[in-house]
């Protein structure tokens, strides 16, 4: 959340209570995502990851609470990161990264309830079930058939042509 003061500055705060810190632990990436007009808090644990937790937004309680349901939704995230150049005076790299989170309800078929799909910039994708914490790992496919270089990946995306 975001407060301006008098003073002309900005102060960027946490919303809610703090999470926790078994669960906040170890988090690589969080994310926020709207799914079934609820507020979720995304948390990837781990480089590859291999875990995730989802936190609802209770705002009567004003707290985040975990959840391992996602009312038989199934999220769908996306994250990207790109290294800029170095920089002269500084002597450093920029890294900048992204996130794109999509919910995708009940009423799909050939798609796992209650599971997280991600795929990130290693040209790889998860399928994660919240119900079980079983984790999958699958290699991202180039569609052109040829092999790509690092220098020539294009960020991931996801598309359902048959869903429309």
């Known amino acids: 959340m975001a407060n301006l003061s008098d003073k002309n500055s ?11 810190t078994q669960a906040a632990h170890g988090s690589s990436y969080f994310c926020l995502a709207e799914c079934l007009d609820e507020l979720l808090l995304i948390s990837a644990v781990g480089d590859c990851p291999e875990e995730f937790h989802v936190f609802r937004w209770q705002s009567r309680e004003g707290k985040w609470t975990r959840t391992t349901s996602l009312g038989d939704c199934t999220l769908f995230l996306s994250y990207f ?23 995708l309800g009940p009423d799909h078929p050939g798609v796992r309830r209650d599971c997280i799909y991600f795929t990130d910039a290693k040209r790889k994708w998860i399928e994660y079930s919240l119900a079980d914490g079983s984790c999958e790992e699958f290699v991202a496919e180039n569609l052109e058939g040829a092999a790509l270089s690092d220098s ?6 996801w598309v359902f042509p048959s869903m429309c």
Not at 10 to 20: M, N, S, T, Y
Not at 92 to 101: L, P, V
């Open 10 to 20: 900005v102060e960027l705060r946490f919303l809610g209570d703090h999470l926790d």
């Open 81 to 103: 990161y790109f290294v800029g150049r170095v920089v002269p005076t500084k002597g450093m790299t920029c890294f900048s990264g992204y996130f794109f989170a999509s919910c």
């Open 152 to 157: 020539d990946f294009r960020p991931p995306l």
